[in-house]
């Protein structure tokens, strides 16, 4: 069985721009969430998706925003960057949510 | 979700094994311990979750103390590659059939294996 799958690993961005992260979860799993991982912060929980929708969600700004396919597959998108959101970003998938989470290798993106 | 406290850095020597201790001394009743690792720049690793009963797999046992306010992790046969930052995390029930809290990570304990 295939893993969690996160695109792109590696990613570059300017300060102000936009970002779209990409998680492909375990299949038959149909709940998705996102973590933030910085030095300062370490793992904090970003939202929750099951089912296309949104049931939880973390205590981080507007800027970011997610959304999940009817294939489960879910984005993350970041709006108006800054310095300050420079972390490696870790999608994990589950069955239900509440079960064991099964993460991806993750996402670095670095704001310049 | 409840709070957690871990030490911070452990080292054990290879082939032996490795007891990693958590505290969770405001444990609800309907909560589940669990244990991840994250092994540096990969993302983390799902090891073990238990109730009250103690749990075995194929990487790992959990002993839960009989008040549930401690557990504790033991890789039976520590390995190089068992070096990683390890956390204890105590969450609701996974069929309490509510949404999905996210995982709440705290420091965990480094744990080093010593050749």
């Known amino acids: 069985k295939a893993g969690v799958t996160q695109t792109p690993r590696y990613l570059i961005k300017t300060r102000g721009q936009q970002v779209t992260l990409s998680c492909s979860p375990i299949s038959g799993h149909r709940s998705v969430s996102w973590y933030q991982q910085t030095p300062g912060q370490g793992l904090q929980f970003l939202f929750e998706?099951?089912?296309?929708?949104?049931?939880n969600k973390g205590n981080f700004p507007g800027r970011f925003s997610g959304r999940q396919f009817s294939n489960s597959r879910s984005e993350m998108n970041v709006s108006t960057l800054e310095l300050g959101d420079s972390a490696l970003y870790l999608c994990a998938s589950s069955p239900r949510g509440n079960t064991e989470a099964f993460f991806g290798q993750g996402t670095r993106l670095t704001v310049v | 979700d409840a709070k957690t406290t871990q030490p911070p850095s452990m080292d054990c020597a290879e082939g032996r094994a490795a007891n990693l201790p958590c505290n969770h001394s405001t444990i609800s009743g309907n909560e589940y311990v669990y244990w991840y690792r994250q092994i540096h720049s990969q993302g983390p690793q799902y090891i073990i979750h238990?109730?009250?009963n103690n749990e075995t797999n194929e990487m790992a046992s959990l002993i839960i103390t009989e008040d549930r306010k401690s557990s504790t992790l033991i890789l039976p046969h520590a390995t190089l590659r068992d070096t990683a930052v390890y956390y204890c995390i105590v969450r609701v029930t996974p069929n309490s059939g509510g949404g999905a809290d996210g995982l709440t990570f705290g420091k965990g304990t480094h744990l080093i294996i010593q050749p």
């Open positions: 998706y099951f089912s296309e929708t949104q049931r």
């Open positions: 238990g109730l009250k």
